[in-house]
């Protein structure tokens, strides 16, 4: 490929606004063009990278007997009907009438579509299991796209869904596709990722594991033990909590003014967060009636995702207004209001000591003792875990990473099966439910969450397995016809053998050279009438900065053997 | 890959209401599931296919220098709003609004996403020629989707787009992918195809070509001199119009009563169609308040693409009640009907003696002169060409044949680059708007085709170059613990140098031998108790039937030598 003639620009400067660094650098090296918010068109450099991407997926999928075949973008609502899914699904999948006034919906995944696809042609225990697979666009009205090709709109994902007679051989080849997916991002160079434990979400189901890459840009937070090696998804994770012992008094109201939020309250009455109890107020999606308060220890925070889970239902921020709720003087102790739902949670279990709202304007009160003044509740695990918690398996203090989701694998149960009424004939002649997992890859997010881990302050740098180019063919001073017909030549004898990128600009050897570092070809090969004076060529690799001399005969076996290197170095 | 864990399953019947071949057993086969009217998921072997016939499509368009891109599926109102086609183009269209009230489309074609992605980063006459591509899901809401995978809702395309500066570099830059396209279609397996002059429809534009398969089973009507090799899809089609010399006579109104149609006229008159003048009337989209009224010989049919062309607007039937129009009674002379707009056919140029409508109920008029009864109108060509009509080239008489459209070129000249306000900057520094040209072919469309073209009464035929599988591995008795034994071994090996699908069923051999013909994979390699006992294999070619026993210890060089003669045949 001539450079002279690939569509896209190599900006100097870098993006007004963006400050994520993979997305400026895919931005300013002609990767990528905005269409509309989280939405992108793919320049060829990109979409290079992109195919080789879903070629290490294809392979890995069919080593683990993957069969690929290919769902429609476009379904009809009555498949998402079957599953509950059409009406629990929220404003990010999109629906629209077709010609016939047909309700018609955008998929966002395709359990629907794999249960649809192999129900009555699938009949025999023997034949399970068994897994489908597409790599297919996807488009999902996210509600704040960012990071470039981080979160977006629309995207391409590879999708795939399991199907197993029992448990036991479910765990098995879901534990085959969590090493399938280990080897995938190994392959296409990702370096510091991990897989947790995670919330199931939307697809329903038990277990579930997200693969996170660990970086500063992450959207995730992820609960780690360097101990014992516990990681968690911040939706699920759990600590063992220290309860500090407070001295038991007999219940005493006390007026706090305007002392409204934890921390103006301590402050007043001289205490620490951990003595107060917290009230957290939410509305229910579903549920215009009711408010949901949950109660718990000042120094821990809510955990939305436990809670939607508990409620079963999806929450949101709850306007106090008409709820005869006391704003910042919310309590536990004779909250007697109508339509009102209280949760608590352990943090609070045994706690003696503590502070809540008097539920009237301006008073707390001190003393509580949950045992003794609450009777009987119900305790549940709704809080964050906290820098420093105690792990939940080995008692080690807990780190909290931020983490971009990479891959997630679901082991979904019979909810689709079921909800379809898919069955299989077992060996006894009964009919049962079959279990389904699915697993999902965004290819775009991987490309850029490969870009973000990999690059330096000049910009990208391609592991070799997935750049678009291996090299950068760069002769300098292409105006001197003796260079010229000789970089004609080069490149000839290189194009033969490998994917090359011919910067055949005639412009200043700055531009050439600082495109080649944008753009982050791994290997840039550079003649210049010096170069050439010793028949020689100069090679860069862009992953080290190391520079070779090589004599041009040496040029194809030299460049062989260094792509071998650099391709090792990633398995 | 094992039959047996292979989703979707074999029938032994053909599929009720499913009337054309290559449907019927690319459903019985286990290729395709319908999802809905027009909407299908592929199954594995036609995914396997998919991604066969989209490899070559690369290669091809790689070695016309075509650079990868991928555009969103899914766009704004706005892009679109620049061409003028959000409001041009009609419910095929998809429209929605997003999460944010904004309004989006699915895109159908990328004219306007391929001008977005150029514009600014393509200054200079020299970055062109340059062509981009994508391999994308296209949605288009069909009014009456058919025949499974020819026309659907949703499709795979491949889309290209070049760019040029001036009429002969496009003209050169659009016949190499003229050639291109020759080269796909030739290497995927089609036999008979031919390239014709097309209507450029909603693409705008001059000048365009159609591939068209021959085939009984096409929508498309093809126009064709066997002498001269003159062809033109009918839409565009014309000929020599051979005019009848009738007396010349004087005007004279005659009672025709109930005769309406041509034919009814023609029996009360005793004359020929020839001989009259037929009204046909049009409702035009976009004009509420007129009626177009196309005149032409009653031999004639109107072509409603060459009416479009004229009137710039789509037209449908019109509804003639409260137009004044009187039907069945509808004439070329004192027609003074306000909101009428006629039209007249080349057909009746200079013709005397004819027979048309009196515009009062019951009356027709004999005699007509059109100089000089009508005195100075213009004549267009609005008409469709007859079989046997004479070439508009050569004289000799024309043929008329079905054709599916498996591919489509346009020269779109500046339509969008102007709309858009792309500019190039020539040698004398003046600033114009770049030519373009795009080129379609929808990779479903082409294996349906393929497959209608090789299928035979047994099930499909896959040519060797987009086979799912190149080898039916079909051991008979795997009840038999030696056949089984030496089965696995054989498979292993196959394995390793070619792609087999192994039949590791225990069925009957019928069984066996029956889906590996309606599947059409290109060779099948059968053992049994009693070919193994003279150490052979019998190798079928599909195409051809023909039987071929082979040792096998030379069974891998054996079937080595017939893929290369198999893939000879399409070269």
Not at 437 to 464: F, H, N, T
Not at 478 to 484: G, K, M, Q, T
């Amino acid at each position: 490929m001539r450079i002279s003639k690939l569509v896209g620009e190599r900006l100097k400067d870098n993006v007004n606004g963006v400050n994520v660094k993979s997305h400026n650098f895919l931005l300013r090296a002609g990767y990528l063009k905005q269409v509309c918010n989280g939405i992108f068109s793919m320049l060829t450099p990109a979409q290079l990278v992109n195919l080789k991407i879903q070629k290490i997926i294809r392979e890995e999928m069919n080593a683990v007997g993957g069969q690929e075949v290919l769902f429609p973008v476009v379904m009809p609502r009555e498949l998402w009907e079957k599953s509950g899914r059409y009406s629990s699904i929220g404003a990010e999948m999109v629906r629209f009438k077709d010609r016939n006034d047909h309700d018609m919906l955008l998929g966002m995944t395709h359990e629907e579509a794999a249960v649809h696809l192999c129900q009555n042609t699938i009949k025999s225990y023997d034949q399970l299991p068994f897994m489908i697979y597409q790599i297919q666009t996807k488009f999902r009205d996210e509600a704040r796209p960012r990071a470039g090709l981080i979160r977006v709109r629309e995207f391409t994902m590879k999708d795939a869904y399991s199907f197993h007679y029992d448990k036991e051989e479910l765990k098995q080849y879901y534990q085959k596709v969590y090493d399938s997916y280990n080897r995938i991002f190994k392959r296409i160079g990702m370096k510091n990722f991990i897989a947790v434990k995670s919330d199931t979400g939307m697809m329903g189901g038990d277990i579930a594991h997200e693969f996170m890459l660990l970086t500063d840009i992450g959207e995730d937070s992820i609960v780690l033990c360097q101990k014992c090696g516990y990681k968690a998804n911040m939706e699920v994770a759990t600590s063992i909590d220290e309860k500090p012992k407070f001295e038991d008094e007999k219940l005493e109201e006390v007026y706090t003014g305007n002392a409204k939020t934890i921390e103006e309250v301590c402050a007043l009455l001289k205490i620490k967060p951990v003595q107060t109890i917290k009230a957290v107020c939410y509305a229910m999606v579903g549920d215009d009636k009711n408010t949901a308060v949950v109660f718990l220890r000042g120094d821990k925070e809510v955990n939305e995702a436990k809670l939607k889970r508990i409620l079963g239902k999806d929450v949101a921020v709850k306007d106090l207004d008409e709820t005869g709720l006391v704003k910042g003087n919310i309590g536990c102790l004779n909250l007697n209001i109508p339509n009102v739902i209280t949760l608590f949670d352990n943090s609070l279990a045994d706690m003696k000591g503590m502070v809540t709202g008097s539920n009237k304007e301006g008073y707390h009160t001190k003393g509580v003792n949950i045992a003794r003044d609450l009777g009987k509740v119900d305790f549940y695990d709704i809080c964050k875990v906290n820098e420093g918690d105690k792990c939940p398996i080995c008692g080690a203090p807990l780190e909290i990473k931020r983490g971009i989701e990479i891959g997630n694998i679901f082991q979904l149960g019979t909810k689709y099966t079921k909800a379809m009424d898919m069955t299989i004939t077992m060996p006894d002649g009964s009919n049962i439910n079959p279990l389904m997992a699915c697993y999902g890859i965004g290819v775009g997010r991987a490309l850029a969450s490969v870009a973000e881990e990999w690059c330096d302050e000049k910009g990208l740098v391609w592991p070799m397995s997935i750049a678009p180019w291996q090299i950068y063919f760069c002769p300098l001073r292409l105006d001197d016809s003796e260079v010229n017909k000789k970089a004609e030549e080069i490149n000839n004898s290189l194009e033969k053998a490998f994917e090359v990128l011919y910067d055949d600009r005639i412009v200043s050897a700055g531009i050439k050279l600082t495109d080649s570092e944008l753009m982050g070809i791994p290997i840039r090969v550079l003649i210049s009438p010096r170069s050439l004076a010793n028949d020689e060529a100069e090679l860069t690799i862009r992953r080290t900065g190391e520079k070779i001399m090589v004599k041009l005969e040496n040029l194809i076996s030299s460049l062989k053997s260094i792509i071998n290197k650099e391709m090792e170095a990633l398995s």
